[in-house]
């Protein structure tokens, strides 16, 4: 079945460093790809998203290319702050999975910044 | 405001006691959602509903229950049964075939 793998945490780095978080995921047909993040004692918001191949989803400073050779969705920022201090979960919606984007999540991983 | 609410944030039980979470949304989406989240584990879905009166079990759905009687509102009773309720319980919605909202959560905690 479909399925998506990150990289394990935690993550941590001083602020201003260069952040990857490597995601590769395994599915059938052409699926979306999204990166959501969660801060300590709330929901998940939608980080960025990337609906085909090549396509780049950005926000915030962060960005994700969807790579369908390499069947993967890396989340990368060039300069990180304390305050994106969170967990990070990759996941995928396939139009497979009828009318309603059931999502496919990864396990997360969680980025602590060093002031 | 559009968005997700669940309410409410923490809820206490005592063993043996049926509870219903609630979620409602004024996004006008189709599709609605139920997730458990253990300590730093990810999401499990345990039900999810495409259209009123219609929903489906997920990967956990043993010992709950929901039902999807107006499209604003999809609310999750944890039944006594469940062997282990005490969780961060989320709720989200889509369109059909988009990504999904999330709510802020309710952290439920049994003894």
């Known amino acids: 079945g479909d399925s998506v793998t990150q990289m394990e945490g935690p993550v941590t780095l001083s602020e201003e460093a260069f952040l990857t978080i490597n995601c590769t995921y395994t599915?059938?047909?052409?699926?979306?790809l999204f990166w959501y993040v969660q801060y300590p004692g709330e929901g998940l918001q939608l980080l960025l998203k990337a609906t085909k191949a090549d396509d780049k989803g950005s926000n915030k400073g962060f960005e994700a290319t969807y790579r369908k050779e390499t069947t993967s969705f890396h989340l990368e920022k060039g300069s990180v702050q304390v305050s994106d201090s969170a967990v990070y979960f990759c996941?995928?919606?396939?139009?497979?999975?009828?009318?309603?984007?059931?999502?496919?999540f990864g396990s997360g991983t969680r980025l602590s910044i060093r002031p | 405001d559009g968005g997700i609410t669940q309410s409410p944030k923490y809820l206490f039980r005592k063993e043996g006691q049926n509870v219903t979470l609630s979620c409602e949304q004024n996004l006008n989406h189709d599709a609605m959602y139920w997730y458990r989240q253990d300590p730093g584990q990810g999401l499990r879905l345990i039900y999810y509903s495409q259209i009123v009166n219609d929903f489906q079990k997920g990967d956990i759905a043993e010992g709950y229950s929901v039902s999807r009687e107006k499209k604003e509102s999809f609310p999750l009773t944890v039944t006594s049964a469940q062997k282990n309720p005490t969780a961060f319980y989320l709720c989200?919605?889509?369109?059909?075939?988009?990504?999904?909202?999330f709510g802020p959560g309710t952290r439920l905690t049994v003894t």
């Open positions: 996941a995928l919606s396939s139009p497979e999975y009828s009318s309603a984007s059931k999502i496919i």
């Open positions: 599915a059938t047909g052409y699926p979306s």
């Open positions: 989200a919605s889509s369109p059909s075939f988009g990504e999904q909202y």
